[in-house]
């Protein structure tokens, strides 16, 4: 059985150094999210890491089919991304608006352009064989609305500095997030009739479609905040779900530590909820498995 995992974490945004959207606790969060992996039983060598100016879209997706190429039943994939989140509007070839894409932002995210959520569907299409383990975590916001700035700065001295994880969205995918909601509405009236498209907890969502399992660090309507833990800056969902991941070195089931991660943001006073998605029996299983 092989455990193979990519990581990727940008603070620094292009233009390299000063200039861009840059954020503090990414790395950290990447590095964090490294060795807990070799924790829960990953080789360092069968780890990838990306950062910064390394992590660009081509990059990314590079590495993405090497965690993809030669799966067998048994293994365990991990994708890890901890960076700036956005939402793109989604027009069809025939220009009518089909709704509106969550995606990651590159560090040349501003010329090679976002990856949207499509296009990691596209990359895990047809990919991932019966019986592996995959699973994505996403530590970033995946859209504007719900914009929460906290000052927290006054519990156990631990959180200040706050920065939310996201990228404004460009005028025209602005203009049609603005009518988002009429849009998610109609198509989710058509997934309703999916017998496990129905939400059972505030943040765990069985979608029996899906070959991986999705964490976010916060739901779409949400974003994804990073603070000060001890004078370290570091992203809430990653540093909680570390946290948990160590504590059991990776021996708990993903329902139970979508609540305990649910439960420790809650407990922090963190105005974010994280969200999973995934089969529901693959939700049952524990995480790596």
């Not at 840059?22 to 039983?41: K, P, S």
């Not at 631990?158 to 849009?183: G, H, Q, V």
């Amino acid at each position: 059985m092989a455990k193979k995992a990519v990581i990727i974490g940008i603070n620094d945004y292009a233009p390299i150094g000063a200039g861009g959207p840059d954020l503090n606790g990414c790395i950290a969060d990447a590095r964090d999210m490294a060795n807990t992996l070799v924790i829960c039983g990953f080789q360092p060598t069968n780890i990838r890491i990306l950062t910064n100016q390394n992590a660009t879209k081509n990059n990314i997706i590079t590495y993405i089919k090497w965690l993809l190429t030669g799966n067998k039943a048994g293994d365990s994939l991990v994708l890890y991304y901890s960076g700036h989140g956005t939402r793109v509007a989604n027009i069809g070839t025939d220009l009518e608006l089909d709704g509106l894409d969550e995606a990651v932002c590159p560090h040349d995210y501003a010329t090679a352009g976002v990856i949207r959520d499509d296009e990691f569907k596209n990359l895990f299409k047809g990919k991932v064989r019966k019986g592996v383990s995959f699973d994505v975590f996403f530590d970033c916001c995946h859209s504007g609305s719900g914009t929460r700035k906290m000052n927290l700065s006054g519990i156990d001295g631990m959180f200040a500095n706050e920065t939310p994880r996201f990228i404004p969205p460009m005028l025209e995918d602005e203009f049609y997030f603005n009518f988002s909601k009429s849009i998610e509405t109609k198509s989710s009236t058509k997934e309703a009739s999916s017998e496990e498209a129905t939400t059972t907890t505030k943040s765990l969502n069985k979608v029996p479609e899906m070959n991986h399992v999705l964490w976010a660090g916060c739901m779409d309507n949400q974003v994804s905040m990073e603070g000060d833990f001890s004078g370290m800056t570091r992203g809430y969902f990653t540093y909680n779900l570390c946290k948990v991941l160590r504590a059991t070195s990776g021996n708990i089931t993903r329902e139970l530590l979508d609540s305990q991660i649910a439960n420790a943001l809650s407990a922090m006073g963190a105005a974010q909820i994280n969200q999973t998605e995934g089969k529901s029996a693959k939700l049952k299983l524990k995480i790596f498995e």
